[in-house]
């Protein structure tokens, strides 16, 4: 089993600012994901982060994987209005194969 | 088309009633999942299946069953509904350990 913790849990940030959701697991991982899902929708997948040091990049978003810290980083740079939705981290034990997911962080980018 | 299609999309039940949420895929991959969505739960794991013949309990697959007819069906059922099954459940496929693809969700109400 892989307990996912994220923080925080509910985020309210005004449009150009600068934030990070922190994703904090259990056990050995080096195989973590983030999800996005807007208000009654389902998720969509952002990143698959499958290496220690591993870093991508789409847009406003970066996502990192610390490995040896046990520790993924979705940074948000310059907010704005359409990234409010709440955002999953989920990762996979290396000694098993179920995803398991944190519970969210709900964004709200405040104009 | 959707690639992960769920049916029905809303449910309105009784306690006790037999219960039927059916997915289907057309990315032909060959990881199927089951999971539920509660407010401030995250989405928990019901129950996976890698291929036609193997089936697997997740995290909380009490109450529940399923059945995977084909590679691209994969029906969950609910034997005799419960309240505390209300909530929003989500089909999910992924090829080997690749992110998942969700389908657009089953709201479920439990009466």
């Known amino acids: 089993e892989l307990k996912v913790e994220q923080n925080p849990l509910f985020l309210s940030m005004q449009e150009g600012k600068n934030y990070t959701i922190y994703c904090n697991y259990s056990?050995?991982?080096?195989?973590l994901y983030w999800y996005r899902q807007d208000p009654g929708k389902s998720l969509e997948s952002l990143f698959v982060?499958?290496?220690?040091?591993a870093v991508k990049q789409e847009g406003r978003l970066m996502a990192s994987l610390d490995t040896k810290a046990r520790l993924s980083t979705l940074h948000i740079t310059a907010a704005v209005h359409d990234l409010s939705a709440t955002y999953f981290c989920a990762g996979i034990p290396n000694t098993g194969n179920q995803f398991y997911f944190g519970t969210g962080t709900s964004l709200t980018v405040i104009p | 088309d959707a690639d992960v299609t769920q049916t029905p999309r809303n449910r309105i039940t009784k306690t006790g009633k037999r219960i039927m949420l059916e997915c289907s895929q057309t990315?032909?991959?060959?990881?199927m999942y089951w999971y539920r969505q509660d407010p401030g739960l995250g989405l928990r794991l019901i129950y996976y299946?890698?291929?036609?013949?193997?089936?697997n309990k997740g995290e909380i697959s009490d109450g529940y069953s399923v059945s995977r007819q084909a590679q691209a069906k994969f029906s969950l059922s609910l034997e005799s509904a419960i309240p505390n099954q209300t909530a929003l459940y989500f089909c999910?496929?992924?090829?080997?350990?690749?992110?998942?693809?969700f389908g657009s969700g089953t709201q479920l109400s439990v009466l």
């Open positions: 999910a496929t992924s090829s080997g350990e690749e992110k998942l693809f």
């Open positions: 982060l499958l290496s220690n040091g």
């Open positions: 299946s890698f291929d036609v013949k193997d089936i």
């Open positions: 056990t050995t991982s080096d195989r």
């Open positions: 990315k032909g991959h060959d990881r």
